[in-house]
């Protein structure tokens, strides 16, 4: 059957390749980025009858030949766009390049990562990770769930500076330097244990927002579950991120006290919406679970109500009440209480329909599309609807005293997409995106307003559905969330897996779907599959490569990625020494090719060692490891990078210290030797 098939297109297949390849020779005559340093061509000007064959035999029609060609990158071409996935409850962060969908990069944030010396002694990165401990506690956390990862903007823009990602387990927020793309700060939330609706930056970044998730009382202090319409709360925190320091500012950021729904998913305004949110919630039953006692489990209780609510919020105005000190004490953070949000005009409801989690702001910054998990629709919200019904001040309320804006009076268009909508993307071509996570499948549809000229189908239709493998979370667009997409790329972030893959087991890996979206119309096939090992990345974001601009090496001898300046122990060749006062004991140590200067660090058991070590290197890629056996040391010092780590000499023996990076061909000699004389 496929045999016939094939021969019956032979002829298309092979002409096909002709066109593509020839296409492919005279785009690499042609615009060549300066940087993309793809080798030469060998020479070789015409398909052979070869091509045709090995298509054959692996059985390729000539959607894949084209999706092949769309996305082959070969050896030494580089990527037009770089996508950071989060890692979910692996704690990292993916950088994945496109079209290739080719894995580049992870990044250590919640969780200890032992390539990158990331919490395995390198006392920067010991201390980021404690960061996010919670205070008072002494329990470490070493993961983290990462949900939401949000590029810095300028203007709407995405600039390639920062990247911050929320841990949904813990309630946290890290900030991530794209300078070396190693994570810089944990904050930890005071006031609640848990998040999801972050993080999201402004349209200029200067707050990082964290919505929470699971009620709870402000601060988790204890309070009966039964008490909970008067106990719990939700919450919003709007983080301050300074720009100069590459830091999130904890004493200028605050929260905002909120009814116990469960807020979920939230996007931050831009160009006519600057300056306000949206986040959607869900159980506004209020259900308190205890199915165990006869309760309506979660997902029922949670979900009677045809109406949750989307929240709006006017941070300028919260950031003026905020700074007049109108705010509460929780577990020392500032808090701007439920009743001054009401009162203050920061908070308003609109009816949303129904068990709602995705919620996405066009690019115009005009129009909000929420769509409800059990309702077919997609919702698309108008930002000037909303400021008239405020401004004609017609409210209901909720029982918390919450204004609810009627939703006929705010509603701009309802369509509908299919079952289980989810999130939202948007292009350049006046389509919006949808995934549906039971179809499953990428639905396209005709955003209304000024992206009508656009295209010339109708407004607010549904256009065409792509199928994909399978359950689909989030999808994420080439610069979707900026105020200008770039339309061409989707990826389809799924859940399942199942037959994509090789069968490896029980636990499989997660389904991540190029599609091409650079035609109008109707087509959208997807092109790639990619398996990322790893937890399960919810949503990605999509930089355009040449914003990018990060280091090659550190910018001098001696840099802490840290403090982004030179260590004060920073060593250069011919400075280093072994110091011993008292029972402290303080080493300098070089690492260049191929060897660690000293080769013999001798000290007594018992004694506190700090050991500083500079990799000396100027050359791109020259790394060196550092592992120390049983004391469970180990660091990856990037060329001109100085790391410090102490540890108390407790156990007396030979330990050979040696380089973990293949750097050179007498790398196996780039070691040395500890020697730890026993204690009396
Ligand atoms: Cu839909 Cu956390 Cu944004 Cu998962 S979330 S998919
Ligand atoms: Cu340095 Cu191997």
């Not at 709006?312 to 439920?338: Q, R």
Request: include cysteine.
């Amino acid at each position: 059957m496929k045999k016939e098939w094939f021969y019956r297109h032979k002829l298309l297949l092979t002409s096909l390749l002709i066109v593509v390849v020839g296409v492919g020779l005279l785009a690499s005559c042609g615009d060549k980025s300066d940087e993309a340093a793809a080798p030469e061509s060998s020479g070789a000007t015409t398909v052979s009858g070869d091509a045709a064959a090995i298509a054959e035999a692996r059985g390729l029609t000539p959607d894949d030949i084209l999706a092949a060609v769309k996305t082959y990158t070969p050896s030494g071409m580089y990527d037009e766009y770089v996508m950071f996935a989060s890692g979910g409850h692996s704690g990292q962060v993916y950088v994945v390049g496109l079209p290739s969908m080719r894995v580049i990069k992870k990044i250590a944030v919640f969780t200890p990562e032992p390539w990158q010396g990331y919490g395995y002694g390198a006392q920067d990165s010991m201390e980021i990770l404690a960061e996010g401990n919670v205070e008072g506690s002494d329990r470490e956390i070493t993961w983290g769930d990462t949900h939401h990862p949000a590029l810095s903007e300028t203007n709407g823009d995405y600039d390639g500076e920062f990247l911050f990602i929320n841990d949904k387990a813990n309630g946290r927020v890290a900030v991530i330097s794209l300078k070396d793309f190693e994570t810089k700060q944990i904050v930890k939330n005071p006031i609640a244990l848990g998040d999801h609706g972050g993080t999201m930056a402004t349209p200029n970044t200067e707050w990082i927002i964290e919505g929470g998730q699971y009620g709870s009382p402000l601060g988790w202090e204890y309070a009966s579950i039964e008490d909970y319409e008067a106990d719990y709360r939700g919450m919003i925190t709007f983080w301050k991120f300074d720009r100069e320091s590459g830091r999130i500012l904890e004493d200028q950021s605050f929260a905002i006290e909120l009814p116990p729904y469960w807020q979920d998913v939230c996007d931050s305004g831009k160009l006519d919406s600057e300056g306000w949110v949206f986040c959607n919630s869900f159980n506004t039953e209020m259900a308190t679970g205890g199915v165990e006692d006869g309760n309506p489990p979660f997902e029922a209780g949670a979900s009677q109500q045809d109406m949750d609510y989307l929240h709006i919020f006017n941070l300028d105005k919260a950031v003026e009440v905020a700074a007049a000190g109108k705010t509460m004490d929780v577990k020392g953070f500032p808090v701007i209480p439920l009743d001054t949000a009401i009162e203050e005009g920061l908070l308003y409801f609109a009816p949303e329909p129904k068990s709602p989690h995705g919620v996405d702001v066009s690019p115009d910054g005009q129009f909000v599309t929420v769509s409800g998990k059990l309702d077919p629709h997609v919702s698309v919200y108008s930002f000037d609807k909303i400021q008239d019904t405020i401004a004609a001040g017609n409210f209901e309320f909720d029982q918390y005293g919450v204004p609810i804006l009627n939703f006929d009076d705010v509603l701009e268009a309802q369509i509908e997409v299919g079952l289980g909508p989810l999130h939202t993307q948007y292009d350049d071509k006046g389509y919006a995106y949808t995934s549906l996570f039971l179809e499953p499948a990428v639905a396209r549809w005709t955003l209304g307003g000024d992206f009508s000229d656009l295209n010339d189908e109708e407004d607010w239709t549904l256009v065409q559905k792509t199928p994909v493998q399978y359950n689909v979370g989030h999808i994420a667009a080439a610069e979707g969330d900026t105020v200008s997409p770039d339309g061409k790329y989707l990826v389809s972030l799924n859940k399942w897996a199942i037959d994509r893959f090789l069968n490896v087991g029980p636990l499989l890996p997660q389904n991540l779907q190029l599609l091409d979206i650079s035609e109008p119309g109707t087509t959208m096939p997807v092109i790639y599959d990619l398996p990322l090992p790893d937890g399960e990345p919810h949503y990605a974001q999509i930089i355009k490569a040449d914003k990018l601009d990060p280091w090659e090496v550190y910018p001098e001898i001696g840099w802490n990625p840290r403090t982004g300046e030179v260590d004060e122990n920073a060593t250069q060749i011919g400075e280093e020494r072994i110091v011993r006062d008292g029972n402290n004991v303080e080493i300098w140590m070089t690492a260049v090719r191929s060897h660690f200067t000293p080769e013999r660090v001798e000290i007594k058991q018992g004694d506190k060692v700090t050991w500083h070590i500079t990799n000396v290197e100027r050359a791109y890629d020259a790394t060196h490891g550092f592992a120390l056996p049983l004391y469970n040391i180990n660091l990856s010092i990037e060329p001109g990078e100085t790391v410090t780590f102490e540890f108390e000499a407790t156990e007396d023996g030979v330990f050979s210290y040696y380089c973990t990076e293949f750097c050179s061909a007498l790398h196996l000699e780039m070691t040395g030797y500890l020697l730890v004389e026993p204690g009396e």
